[in-house]
C-alpha cells in the first residue's frame, strides 16, 4: 500500500495486528468441526448478516423463505437480498470444502456477484464512481485507486501472523474502502469467514441484537480510520462467542 493511502486510511498496523499472538487465542483449529458447525448455522448467520443491514424479516420469515415458502408482507427486495444472501453462503462454504477459497480479488468479486445481484448498480466487479457511508464524513478512496489499495493490502495481510487476526482485518479493510457500489460488509464478512473455515477456525456472526453498539463501533472507525479499537472489539466479541 502506497504511503499516501497507508497514512490516510491506517488500516493495516502491523505491529497492531501481531501484538494478538498464537498464545492470545485459545481456540484451536478444528477443519471438519468449524465447517460442520457454520453450515449448522447457515440460516442463523444469514438472518443475523440481513439484520445488520436493515432487513425487517423476523428469523422465523428467513427460515420460511429459505424452506422455500413464500412469506408475505415483505418488499421483494427484502427477499431478493435473503436469497442472495443464501446463495453467498453457499457459494463460500463450496469453496471452503473444495480447497478453492483464495484471498484475492477473484474470489471476493464472485461472492460480491451473489452477495448483490439485482441490489446494487453493478455486481461483481469493483465500482467506477465515488459513494459515500452514512453517518460519517469520510470518503471513501476514488475508483481509479481501488485495485492498487486491494493489491497492496493483501500484501500486507500476508504479513499478518494470526488467521483469526487477518480474517477480522480483511473485513475492516473492505468495509472502509468500499470496493463496490454496495455490498461491502456483507461481502467482507463472507471473505472473513472464509479465512476463519479456511485455517480451521469458526466463523464470526455478530448478532442483531448487537446492531447499535456495532453500528457504533463501525462510525468511529470510518471517522478516524484507525482500526485499533474496532479491531479490539472484535476480537473480545469473537473470542467470547467462541469461548
Given amino acids: 500500500m502506497g504511503t499516501e493511502n497507508k497514512e490516510k486510511l491506517n488500516i493495516f498496523d502491523l505491529k497492531l495486528l501481531n501484538s494478538f499472538t498464537e498464545s492470545y487465542f485459545k481456540i484451536k483449529p478444528n477443519f471438519n468441526l468449524v465447517t460442520f458447525l457454520a453450515k449448522k448455522e447457515r440460516i442463523d448467520f444469514i438472518y443475523n448478516t440481513s439484520a445488520l ?19 408475505g408482507g415483505h418488499k421483494l427486495s427484502d427477499e431478493q437480498q435473503i436469497l442472495n444472501q443464501n ?3 453457499q457459494l463460500l462454504y463450496d469453496m471452503v470444502e473444495k480447497k478453492d477459497f483464495t484471498i484475492d480479488k477473484s474470489t471476493f468479486c464472485k461472492l460480491h456477484h451473489k452477495v448483490a445481484f439485482e441490489e446494487a448498480l453493478n455486481w461483481g466487479k469493483f465500482r467506477t464512481g465515488q459513494i459515500r457511508i452514512g453517518g460519517t464524513e469520510f470518503k471513501p478512496p476514488v475508483p481509479g485507486n481501488l485495485d492498487s489499495i486491494f493489491q497492496n493490502g493483501l500484501e500486507i495481510l500476508e504479513e499478518v501472523d494470526h488467521p483469526i487476526v487477518k480474517a477480522l482485518s480483511f473485513f475492516l479493510f473492505g468495509a472502509i474502502n468500499q470496493f463496490f457500489w454496495d455490498g461491502n460488509k456483507r461481502t467482507s464478512r463472507l471473505m472473513m469467514n472464509g479465512i476463519l473455515l479456511s485455517s480451521g477456525f469458526p466463523i464470526l456472526n455478530i448478532k442483531a441484537k448487537d446492531k447499535l453498539e456495532f453500528n457504533t463501533k463501525m462510525v468511529a472507525y470510518y471517522d478516524s480510520q484507525k482500526m485499533e479499537d474496532i479491531l479490539n472489539y472484535l476480537v473480545m466479541y469473537y473470542l467470547k462467542q467462541n469461548k
Fill in 87 to 89: 446463495k453467498s453462503v
Fill in 53 to 71: 443491514e436493515g432487513n425487517p424479516m423476523t428469523f422465523p420469515e428467513v427460515q420460511t423463505l429459505l424452506e422455500g415458502i413464500t412469506v
